[in-house]
């Protein structure tokens, strides 16, 4: 054992059986995996904007420039910065210059209510006036564009340390004495305290009772400029990237599939198990992340309990939570896909323990594999490096023991001739700590899954997709458990 190897590039499928290991290659050459299939696919895409008259002019003014060729300037980058064949080209799929809806923000009332002191009032009164507006588009829309100018963004994230403006901040003991004392306190909400600080988390889970998923983008983004420059302190990537980038998740959420996974095993799924604190001391969220061999996500919110362990960032459900948690998530999958599951894999950063295990056995169906690994960002530990100045290679494995590894999914990008990240690359841990697998096989499934970020158009991720979400879909779940609606598809989480 302790062996060194560096696992080939995952191969992606595309139209008409097409196979490249580089997205933007794919949908050049082939389009995208679900053209020529008998999939109902987006062949016109309807879709919604609403921002500030001048986000609206910007995004518009943006999708004229995705509806055409752009080339990147350098032709030196062009392997780093793919150019952009434009929209149709790419995914056989029209995306209007016109939106079927708009909707413009009075920028002053936008610019008031995001400079409330009160940090709750501020991002909730944010959120409100944009999804107000869009409770009045009366046509059905694939999606809804929800642009941001870049103070919303400064200002409503729950990381905002926010000083100047109007109004003034309510402490703890001041919500809890208003929701003793409503009679009081004409003015006050009670449910602004019960949502997330953060304006996209607070937007995405508001926003699923809409039956549409929302693409929320800045402003700034926007700015048709073919080179990197800096933008209100942004560095930007080129126009073609940002065209990738965009096109590619619109074109998701319109219900597309832009890629799956050659040589997906039928019949395996990856199960992500994700957790989020609370606000309340001592408990967390859980939710589960399911990504089938057709790469498409279901998202199921867990159980909230006292799942944190006296180790920070670790946690651990009881049985019967473990064992609900998992029979909703397949019986969510049979719902949308129908087919029975051969093999399930549990990818959680926290180590699974024997109780949690023996629930989720108990939510397996007779004859189904089963496997829980610990899949978790080795940040302070191992590093490894090669002769020369170039970093280790994406896709190196180290594997120490039959049940336990070292792979890279960050790393030195031979497709690209560079390492795309500013720090050492850092591996994933990977212990296979309940079931029977191979630990070689696991890591190239785990690698593999690096390839699934539909919400952009990279060679690949640093993580799997099961873990590179966890953090996004549980603090959707957990920062706004009064929503009245939770979607299990994944769109509407990204």
């Known amino acids: 054992m302790n062996s060194v190897t560096v696992?080939?590039?995952?191969?992606?499928e595309f139209a008409s059986g097409g196979v490249l290991e580089h997205p933007c290659d794919g949908l050049t050459l082939f389009g995208p995996a679900d053209n020529n299939t008998n999939l109902e696919i987006p062949r016109k895409i309807s879709y919604g904007v609403i921002g500030t008259q001048n986000g609206v002019t910007s995004f518009c003014e943006f999708v004229k420039a995705l509806n055409h060729p752009i080339l990147t300037d350098n032709y030196l980058k062009d392997v780093f910065w793919p150019h952009y064949p434009g929209f149709e080209e790419a995914f056989h799929s029209k995306l209007s210059d016109e939106?079927?809806?708009?909707?413009?923000l009075d920028t002053l009332e936008l610019k008031r209510l995001a400079t409330d002191r009160d940090d709750h009032k501020r991002v909730f009164g944010v959120t409100s006036l944009f999804l107000n507006r869009m409770r009045g588009a009366k046509k059905p829309l694939d999606f809804f564009v929800v642009v941001v100018p870049d103070f919303v963004f400064t200002n409503c994230r729950a990381i905002s340390r926010f000083q100047v403006g109007h109004g003034h901040r309510i402490s703890k003991r001041e919500q809890r004495l208003r929701a003793q004392m409503l009679d009081f306190f004409e003015?006050?909400?009670?449910e602004q305290y019960s949502w997330s600080l953060d304006f996209r988390f607070q937007m995405k889970a508001r926003a699923m009772e809409l039956n549409a998923p929302i693409q929320i983008i800045r402003e700034s983004t926007l700015r048709l400029a073919k080179a990197e420059r800096r933008v209100g302190g942004r560095q930007l990537t080129p126009l073609s990237d940002r065209a990738w980038n965009l096109s590619t998740s619109l074109y998701y959420k319109a219900g597309g599939k832009p890629w799956r996974l050659n040589g997906a095993r039928e019949g395996v799924c990856h199960v992500?198990?994700?957790?989020?604190?609370t606000e309340t001391s001592n408990t967390a969220t859980s939710a589960a992340q399911m990504f089938g061999n057709d790469g498409d996500g279901i998202v199921v919110p867990g159980d909230e309990g006292p799942w944190a362990s006296e180790r920070k960032g670790r946690y651990h459900l009881n049985k019967e939570s473990?064992?609900?948690l998992l029979s909703n998530a397949l019986a969510a999958h049979h719902s949308l896909h129908g087919k029975k599951l051969k093999e399930i894999f549990l990818h959680s950063r926290s180590a699974i323990n024997e109780e949690e295990f023996e629930g989720y056995q108990e939510a397996c169906?007779?004859?189904t594999k089963l496997v829980?690994?610990?899949v978790a960002p080795e940040r302070m530990g191992l590093r490894l490096f090669r002769a020369g100045t170039q970093p280790v290679l994406r896709g190196t494995f180290w594997e120490v023991s039959p049940k336990r590894g070292f792979l890279w999914g960050a790393g030195f990008k031979p497709r690209l001739r560079a390492y795309d990240g500013e720090e050492v690359p850092q591996p994933l841990c990977i212990d296979i700590q309940h079931g029977d697998a191979d630990v070689m096989e696991v890591a190239k499934d785990i690698f593999a899954l690096t390839k699934l970020n539909y919400n952009s158009c990279r060679l690949g991720e640093s993580q799997p997709a099961t873990i590179h979400f966890s953090r996004t879909v549980g603090e959707i779940l957990a920062s706004n458990r009064t929503a009245k609606s939770h979607k299990p598809h994944f769109k509407y989480y990204i």
Do not use: C, H, K, N
Request: charged letters at 25%; a negative charge; hydrophobic letters at 30%.
């Open 372 to 374: 829980a690994v610990r």
């Open 187 to 190: 003015s006050y909400e009670p």
């Open 365 to 367: 169906p007779e004859g």
């Open 7 to 12: 696992f080939s590039e995952p191969q992606l």
């Open 272 to 277: 992500g198990i994700s957790f989020m604190d």
């Open 322 to 324: 473990a064992r609900r």
């Open 99 to 104: 939106p079927a809806w708009t909707s413009e």
